[in-house]
C-alpha cells in the first residue's frame, strides 16, 4: 500500500530542525530570499573576520541561546505582566554624538544597541553588545533585528522587526517584516510654553502576553486590534515659566527629550495617569528608560530613540 506524504506544520517543527533548515540554505544560497547573514556565511561553515571557524560557531551557538539569532526575538518584543511590580529599568547612554546607542541595565550589561543609519533616516536596532569578542561580532554579522525608520522631518516612525518570525517558521519564500509600532510626533502648545508630544500605536498583546502579529505578506492576526498611548503632558508653571512635570524623582536633570507616555482611551481613575514609560536625563549622555505592560523591551527603547532631534 503507498501512503499519500503529509508535510509536517512548521509549528509543530522542532526549532532547531527550522533554524537549521534556514541557515543550510543561506549557506548554499539556495534561498530566493536571502538575508544579510548569507554573506558571512560559506559552504565550509560560519566566517567570522579575527575569529577561527571553531570560534565562530561556539559563539553562534551561545548567541542562539540567547534569543540574539535570526528570528529569536520574542524576548525583547513581549511585554512584562500587567502588574504594579512589572515594571523593567534600564540605563540609555549615547555615544559618539548619538549615532551609537545602548540599553543597558543597571549593572552595565549590554541588551539592545542601535546605530544611526547611513541614509539619516533612523537607526539599525542590533541584540547584545559593541564589543571585540566574537559574540559580539557574530550578532552583528547577523545584521539588524529591528529597524526604525522615519519620514524626511522625523515626525513619523515605524519600528519593524527585520524578520517575520512567522514567515520564517512557514517557510515562506518571501519573508516579510513584522510591523510593532508607530509613532507621530508634533508640538502642543501649554499655557505660555509649547511642548513636543508623541503618540504610539502598537498591535495589541494576546491572551499569554506576546505580542499580536502585523506582518504585509503573511498578514495580521484575525484578532489584532491597535493600543494606543500618548505624551504624558506637563503643566505650566507660572512662578517658574516653564512647564514642569513630575518624575518621581528617576531623573534630575532638565532636557527637551525627557517625556513619559500613559494609555488613552476608556481607562478609568488612577490607572489613566500611571506611566506606561518613563524616559529622563540622568547625566551627560545618560538617561533612564522605565517602562510597564503593554510595552516590551524594544519597543520602549524605538521610543526613546525617536527623540533624538527633540531639542
Not at 127 to 132: F, H, K, L, M, R
Not at 152 to 169: G, H, M, Y
Not at 219 to 227: E, S, T
Request: charged share 25%; hydrophobic share 35%; proline share 4%.
Amino acid at each position: 500500500m503507498v501512503h499519500n506524504a503529509v508535510e509536517q506544520p512548521a509549528k509543530d517543527m522542532p526549532w532547531y530542525s527550522r533554524f537549521g533548515g534556514s541557515m543550510k540554505e543561506r549557506s548554499t544560497g539556495c534561498s530566493e530570499n536571502r538575508s544579510p547573514t548569507a554573506k558571512h556565511i560559506s559552504a565550509t561553515g560560519f566566517k567570522i573576520a579575527g575569529f577561527s571557524s571553531e570560534e565562530a560557531r561556539f559563539a553562534l551557538a551561545e548567541v542562539m541561546e540567547a534569543g540574539a539569532g535570526p528570528g529569536l526575538v520574542s524576548a525583547f518584543v513581549d511585554a512584562p505582566p500587567q502588574c504594579v511590580a512589572g515594571e523593567e529599568r534600564f540605563i540609555i547612554e549615547r555615544c559618539e554624538k548619538g549615532a551609537l546607542v545602548k540599553l543597558q541595565t543597571a549593572e552595565g550589561d549590554n541588551r539592545l544597541h542601535a546605530r544611526e543609519r547611513s541614509t539619516r533616516d533612523g537607526f539599525d536596532i542590533f541584540i547584545g553588545g559593541v564589543g571585540a569578542g566574537v559574540r559580539d561580532s557574530i550578532a552583528c554579522s547577523i545584521g539588524p533585528s529591528f529597524v526604525l525608520t522615519s519620514d524626511a522631518d522625523r515626525s513619523k516612525w515605524t519600528l519593524e522587526s527585520a524578520r517575520c518570525c512567522r514567515c520564517e517558521a512557514r517557510w515562506s519564500k518571501q519573508c516579510g517584516r513584522r510591523e510593532l509600532m508607530r509613532m507621530s510626533h508634533y508640538k502642543e502648545e501649554i499655557g505660555l510654553g509649547e511642548a513636543v508630544c508623541m503618540d504610539v500605536k502598537l498591535p495589541t498583546l494576546t491572551r499569554d502576553g506576546t505580542c499580536a502579529y502585523a506582518c504585509k505578506m503573511c498578514g495580521p492576526d484575525a484578532a489584532a486590534d491597535i493600543v494606543e498611548l500618548s505624551s504624558k503632558r506637563p503643566k505650566w508653571n507660572p512662578m517658574r515659566k516653564s512647564l514642569a512635570l513630575n518624575f518621581y524623582g528617576r531623573c534630575n536633570m532638565a532636557s527637551a527629550k525627557n517625556f513619559q507616555l500613559v494609555e488613552q482611551g476608556p481607562v478609568a481613575g488612577m490607572l489613566a495617569e500611571r506611566y506606561k514609560l518613563l524616559f529622563g536625563k540622568c547625566s551627560e549622555d545618560r538617561f533612564v528608560l522605565d517602562y510597564r505592560y503593554p510595552l516590551g523591551m524594544v519597543q520602549a527603547f524605538a521610543a526613546a530613540l525617536s527623540t533624538s532631534n527633540w531639542g
